[in-house]
């Protein structure tokens, strides 16, 4: 027996010592899956086995029996702070606080002009600068461009590191991912926001690549904005829809640069005049998505049948207890993963982008190599499925409740002979 | 036999006549229709037969078992500019100009924020002031109301007859609805675009209520911009997602407030600084809802099914033609309402809102009423399914592609009875 054999059969054995002693394990039959391993759900989340049945009973009852009235009898209207409540406690926020609706990039866009407002309210435009992550996914440097441009702030990007110093009495608000997309570095979110609200700014954050793989803390922290989407780790279909979080003593201060109709305390009483409605409702828009809303509503169900349920009050605590184990076994995967890639790859091969400790990572491994882009073909091509980013990166996102230790193990050990054939 | 009953059973025939007369009757055994008379398709339109099916195959299929391939394979990244090909027929508009995604109320405000920058290249902030029909869906005129305050001009709410009178060289864009959302009424979309350029201004549709009832010609009548949904006459499901139109020689300088990723002309090469794309694509935002809009899509399929089909000019050309036939029978539908509610419902007890002239009706009657909330509530008791608008107007719409005469001559009788035992 070679020694990669003989260190392949260790791992493999402890792959499945691991995943015998998994809490979670029970998860997995909750999603549909095939023989291959699915190291993308932290861009698509795999698709969770009640949607169908739920979905075709939205659509053939609710929509085609019940039709207008559904949006009283089947509570869609309510939906979108009916869904935020479920989000909640997996980020760690009371409930009243979250709306779910538009996509991200909408929603990072309300939040930024909404903060500038804030502070603007406060210091007049004194406070005349945005900062945002320099290293952000696109998207949010581009919305948060527009906001400055609109709301007459410049906007300077910095990276998280370069946040404390940059902060000064001119900082309006900071806009910052709580996990990077692409290195999955997990940024210091209590930290952070703490030296904002020192400089007196406000802090939203984006989180997208956290939210329902480690806990975030939103409330305890004091985060003053936040947004995500739902369809990585919450598993809510192909573009469902994103959320936003305002704190509850900042809402009456929400000023919305999308005033939608939906958001007013009167909607359908049709006034001319725009009057916003209190609590979170005041972040809807426009006439909620409700097939794509009601996937997601049921998508989450897998947070809250876990240990038996409850009440609602029992339900949010175990949903928040539930992802404190995510955590524990995300580091436990992306530890794992690490150790076989160092076993398995040769070393120089390939560099891991993705920080060692625990404290500064996220749910997924990213690690460059010049053949990036083919190397991934190749994987996905052997039913490994990650993701490449421009221009140089493969990476793996590794969701908790349907990745095993066993399917780890056979990512790295599927990526070691992909990168020596292709070497 | 009485006077009525005599009215009645000549009314009922003559529904008859007209039934067996209309080209479009085979298109109703393409929805999900039961003995219920429903008239509130201009508020949700009824399921189409073809969406349950695929629906269930994006769901099971593309997202289940393809997952992150479909964004490429199943042509979920194209989607929106795609579907917006299918709706640009309905609407007189040649391709590549209509984007789907985003609800009515963001597409307004991307649109009258885009008009106010297109007027601002021209001639500076001199153009310092929006017209918006105050007689709108109020969500129009709040997301109005942000785009002035957002760029600093002054909102200025008229009419829409009041319209030619109150521009000026300070006008830098015009909101209006092409039929209005209460009475039913058909503006001059013609006649007011025309006096808007003639002024120098943009002009900005809403066709929320026109688009999929009748035609809109926005390419004949050089329409600038146009928004709408797609949930009334167009049958996508409830929320489904907007559409926003940008004519095709000002695509180039549409300036988008809201420049998400997906409007970046090389999307995936993460690039920090914003480049829009060219083409109607640059009106998207986010991850484009792909459950929704896919129902969308299949929706839209009644429109070009019809008689055979052939190449897509050929749809396109026969998508026009039908739209043709709809206006037909919408008015055909509602004259003959008219004449029943005439017939059956004592004089002075209800009052007409919408227009007897054809050329300013819409696909809906409007009667007033002083119990109309509690007149409409027994009427959708007894099957007959309209709605009821703050605070004194039953409403009914009428979809020609699934409303008989029948069920016209029904509900008229309905309404008088119950106008009567309510009386």
């Known amino acids: 027996m070679s020694e990669l054999t003989a260190l392949s059969a260790e791992l493999a054995a402890r792959a499945s010592e691991l995943d015998a002693a998994d809490e979670l394990s029970c998860l997995r039959t909750r999603f549909v ?28 009852r609710e929509w085609g029996e019940l039709r207008i009235r559904s949006w009283d009898e089947s509570g869609w209207w309510t939906a979108p702070e009916r869904i935020g409540d479920r989000i909640a406690p997996l980020v760690g926020a009371a409930p009243g606080q979250i709306v779910v609706g538009d996509s991200t990039s909408v929603n990072v866009f309300k939040a930024v002009v ?20 320099a290293t952000t996914f696109p998207t949010d440097g581009y919305m948060a461009e527009s906001a400055a441009r609109m709301t007459g702030r410049t906007l300077r990007p910095v990276t998280p590191a370069e946040v404390p110093a940059a902060l000064s009495d001119r900082t309006a608000a900071v806009l910052l991912n709580h996990v990077d997309y692409r290195t999955g570095r997990l940024h210091d979110l209590p930290g952070l926001t703490a030296a904002i609200h020192e400089a007196g700014a406000y802090a939203v954050w984006d989180l997208c690549h956290s939210a329902g793989a480690l806990p975030v803390g939103l409330d305890e922290h004091g985060v003053d904005l936040a947004v995500g989407c739902t369809y990585k780790y919450l598993n809510g279909g192909p573009g469902s829809p994103a959320y936003l979080y305002v704190r509850r003593d900042l809402q009456p201060r929400f000023d919305s640069p999308l005033p939608g109709w939906t958001s007013h305390t009167a909607p359908f009483a049709m006034h001319p005049s725009y009057e916003p409605a209190p609590g979170a409702v005041r972040g809807r ?25 409850g009440d609602a009050g029992g339900a949010a605590h175990e949903a928040g207890a ?11 995967l992306t530890d794992f993963f690490l150790r076989c890639v ?33 190397i991934m073909k190749r994987l996905i091509a052997q039913g490994v499925i990650g993701d490449f980013r421009h221009p140089d990166v493969l990476r793996f996102g590794f969701t ?24």
Chains 1, 2 share one sequence.
């Open 33 to 60: 899956l095939d023989d291959a391993v699915y190291l993308d759900g932290n861009s698509l989340g795999a698709l969770p086995v009640s949607v169908p049945g739920r979905l075709a009973d939205v659509v053939y």
């Open 114 to 133: 909404a903060a500038v407002r804030m502070a603007e309210e406060e210091g007049g435009g004194r406070r005349d600068e945005i900062l945002v992550d």
């Open 285 to 309: 828009v426009g006439t909620p998505d409700i097939l794509s809303m009601l996937a997601l509503e049921t998508a989450l169900d897998v947070w809250y049948g876990w240990s038996g349920g």
């Open 322 to 332: 539930m992802i404190e184990s995510v955590r524990a076994k995300s580091l436990a």
């Open 342 to 374: 160092a076993a398995y790859v040769p070393k120089g091969r390939v560099e891991s982008l993705t920080p060692t400790a625990h404290a500064e990572r996220g749910s997924q491994v990213a690690l460059r190599c010049d053949d990036a882009g083919d």
């Open 400 to 423: 908790p409740l349907y990745v095993t230790f066993a399917d780890t193990e056979r990512a790295a050990r599927v990526l070691a002979e992909t990168l020596e054939g292709a070497g």
